[in-house]
């Protein structure tokens, strides 16, 4: 008896490391599809119908997303709430003029609804090849999970704000496209690349400095991207980049399309990540909000810059509505006297300032860490 039991535990334990060998892409199940967070679960291609996520989905498909164990096209829910997309291989995708393979989280809207989306990316894994491509995305149409085929040259319109190359050899040496707009007609991606922490025309809509640094392991991006009628604006690090028709992106005559965060030959984790949908017959009779409570930091230095801004605490009323300081982006900020400073919100078009109080930088002390070799002279 204690021999067939042996038999039997030794059966049980080569099965399951041949099952530990085969690509989780092959098994087609919840090994391969489904990722578990405190109040939802992940399954590919399926809407989440409970929790924080209710409404969203979660679907790696397309051109160049299934290549066996080179593949870990995956999403992980993170202890903080963020999410982590993986699609760091040479299988991670692509986004070229006539190809879409992504790993895309999302939610769908129609073309009656205008819309704020906004979320933290920070780079877990550097892309491993050209195409790559991360941020919040617009797409007019999404494919089946799992499955590589494409949808007609008119659906696959898409537009992205964060980070996009399709020509560099390697991530090094890319030059990173901070918008990108494929359109729907078959005529190749359009990219808004400009300099980092540049106040030339390459900035083309607002030509203001920014914050934004090279990409490197743990570069942060703040994103938005917001849909008033027919206009998506682009927004990273509190600086407006650039401005696209909806239409010139989804099919003709379509209503519908998708909106959320994405990775393509890179590993990338959102941190709050915020889509606020609003009726469009209603954007324009917005109230312009008010402050209800201020933020907790109420207290910059002379010159600090959009990376220093922390909002946590502050809440807001629009009318009789409570919204969240997510729900707004940052456009503007005025550290630069002594006294009163200003950072600047808008929220669907209707800006508004939080004051708050600017100090002179006072040095009260000073560390020494390494003494000089030539102590003695």
Not at 46 to 57: F, L, P, S
Not at 273 to 286: E, G, P, Y
Request: aromatic content about 8%.
């Amino acid at each position: 008896m204690k021999k067939n039991r042996k038999r039997i535990v030794a059966a049980f334990m080569t099965v399951l490391m041949a099952l530990t060998l085969v690509p989780t892409w092959l098994l087609g199940g919840a090994l391969a599809t489904t990722a578990k967070a405190d109040d939802a679960t992940f399954e590919g291609g399926k809407e989440i119908t409970e929790g924080a996520w209710k409404g969203w989905t979660w679907s790696v498909f397309g051109n160049s997303v299934l290549n066996g164990d080179k593949t870990d096209n995956s999403i992980k829910v993170n202890d903080d709430d963020s999410i982590t997309l993986n699609s760091a291989n040479s299988k991670g995708g692509k986004i070229d003029a006539k190809n879409n393979g992504v790993n895309y989280f999302y939610k769908k809207l129609t073309m009656d609804s205008d819309f704020t989306i906004t979320t933290t990316a920070t780079i877990s894994q550097m892309p491993v090849d050209k195409q790559y491509a991360f941020g919040l995305a617009v797409m007019a149409k999404v494919g089946t999970h799992e499955k590589t085929s494409q949808p007609s040259q008119d659906e696959q319109g898409v537009t992205l704000v964060g980070g996009y190359d399709s020509t560099a050899k390697t991530a090094e040496s890319s030059s990173l496209a901070n918008v990108m707009i494929k359109n729907n007609k078959g005529k190749g991606v359009r990219t808004y690349p400009f300099k980092i922490n540049d106040n030339s025309a390459n900035n083309p809509i607002s030509g203001e400095k920014t914050d934004i640094e090279a990409m490197k392991m743990g570069s942060t991006y703040d994103l938005c991207i917001e849909k008033i009628g027919d206009t998506l604006s682009y927004y990273e690090n509190g600086c407006k980049l650039a401005t696209a028709d909806i239409k010139d992106i989804l099919a003709k005559g379509s209503q519908e399309y998708y909106v959320g965060v994405i990775a393509t030959r890179c590993a990338v984790t959102y941190t709050n990540t915020n889509i606020k949908v609003i009726d469009n017959k209603l954007t324009a009779s917005i109230t312009t909000p008010v402050v209800v409570q201020q933020p907790a930091k109420g207290t910059y230095c002379q010159g600090n810059t959009y990376s220093d801004i922390d909002m946590t605490g502050l809440k807001l009323k629009s009318g009789e509505e409570e919204i969240s300081y997510n729900d707004c982006k940052i456009v503007g900020y005025n550290f630069s006297t002594v006294g009163t400073g200003t950072i600047t919100l808008d929220y669907f078009g209707k800006q508004f300032d939080v004051s708050v109080n600017v100090i002179r930088e006072v040095v009260d002390s000073v560390n020494i860490e390494y003494m000089p070799i030539k102590q003695i002279i």
